[in-house]
Each structure stands twice: as structure tokens, then as C-alpha cells.
């Protein structure tokens, strides 16, 4: 009876909810994946040399940043896609959710009253996906300067 409650305990813990560490930690380190951690020191001295019209006020609002970046690997793709799906959304509101010609992007965030306190962009492609963690306070004109880049 024990060996079947461990058993149950075991395999429940592993359909659970993951942690936005946990898919980091699974992913890091493995083939054609890519993984940034960018700490807020990094961060003061990439504003530094970015002019202030471009951003720089906004990087320095930035504690860190994580990104992980899956490319031409099938087998892992499909697999973050399984973790994403039981990634525990608990604290965090839905920004933004689109699928359209079968890409994913969905974007979450926490929140302190206005300030958004933590940052998560989750895309899912045909040959690659990408996890990005933003953490830091950011204002919603700041929420606003983020999702213009790069357009």
C-alpha cells in the first residue's frame, strides 16, 4: 500500500504545474537551445550605452531578463510546448493571447496596483519557440514602450 501511495505521489508530481524555473532549469544546457540570464547589473550597463530616446529609461527599470530560444529541434519543441501548457498561471494576468497560422504567442504578467512587476512572452513557431522573463517595475507607458519594439 505504501509502494502504490509513493508511486501515485511520483507520478502526480510530475503531470503537475510548472514553475517558470522549472522550464527555464529543464531547458538550459541542451541542443540547439539557447539560454540568456541578463542580471540588473548587466542591464544598468547596456542602458548606459543606449541613447535615452531608444529605451534606455525603460532597460533601467529592468532587474533581469531571461530568455530561452528552441530552434530546429522538434522533440524539444513539442516538449516546452507540453510544459507551457501546465505552467502554473498562478498570480499571473493574461496580456495578450493569440494563435494564428498555427503561432502561438502569448504574453502574462504580474502585477503590484499598476506597476507590472514580472513579464512572461511565450512563443510557439513552426521551428522555433521562446520563453522571455522580464522582471522589474515597469509602468503601464513603460508595458506600452515594450511591446513597440521591434515594430
Same mark, same amino acid.
Given at each position: 500500500?505504501?509502494?502504490?501511495?509513493?508511486?501515485?505521489?511520483?507520478?502526480?508530481?510530475?503531470?503537475?504545474?510548472?514553475?517558470?524555473?522549472?522550464?527555464?532549469?529543464?531547458?538550459?544546457?541542451?541542443?540547439?537551445?539557447?539560454?540568456?540570464?541578463?542580471?540588473?547589473?548587466?542591464?544598468?550597463?547596456?542602458?548606459?550605452?543606449?541613447?535615452?530616446?531608444?529605451?534606455?529609461?525603460?532597460?533601467?527599470?529592468?532587474?533581469?531578463?531571461?530568455?530561452?530560444?528552441?530552434?530546429?529541434?522538434?522533440?524539444?519543441?513539442?516538449?516546452?510546448?507540453?510544459? !507551457? /501548457? +501546465?505552467?502554473? *498561471?498562478?498570480?499571473? @494576468?493574461?496580456?495578450?493571447? &493569440?494563435? #494564428? =497560422?498555427? $503561432?502561438? %504567442?502569448?504574453?502574462? !504578467? /504580474? +502585477?503590484?496596483? *499598476?506597476?507590472?512587476? @514580472?513579464?512572461?512572452?511565450? &512563443?510557439? #513557431? =513552426?521551428? $522555433?519557440? %521562446?520563453?522571455?522573463?522580464?522582471?522589474?517595475?515597469?509602468?503601464?507607458?513603460?508595458?506600452?514602450?515594450?511591446?513597440?519594439?521591434?515594430?
Amino acid at each position: 500500500m505504501i509502494l502504490m501511495l509513493a508511486l501515485f505521489i511520483t507520478t502526480t508530481t510530475s503531470v503537475m504545474a510548472q514553475t517558470i524555473d522549472d522550464i527555464f532549469n529543464e531547458f538550459k544546457g541542451k541542443p540547439n537551445v539557447e539560454y540568456l540570464d541578463v542580471p540588473k547589473a548587466m542591464m544598468g550597463l547596456a542602458a548606459g550605452s543606449i541613447k535615452e530616446e531608444t529605451g534606455a529609461d525603460l532597460i533601467k527599470k529592468i532587474d533581469s531578463l531571461r530568455i530561452l530560444s528552441i530552434e530546429n529541434n522538434s522533440q524539444l519543441k513539442s516538449l516546452f510546448e507540453q510544459r !507551457v /501548457k +501546465t505552467l502554473s *498561471k498562478k498570480g499571473y @494576468e493574461q496580456m495578450v493571447n &493569440s494563435n #494564428e =497560422d498555427g $503561432e502561438k %504567442a502569448q504574453i502574462l !504578467v /504580474k +502585477t503590484k496596483g *499598476k506597476t507590472v512587476t @514580472e513579464m512572461l512572452i511565450i &512563443s510557439i #513557431e =513552426d521551428d $522555433e519557440c %521562446a520563453l522571455v522573463q522580464i522582471c522589474g517595475e515597469i509602468s503601464p507607458e513603460d508595458t506600452q514602450k515594450l511591446q513597440n519594439i521591434g515594430h
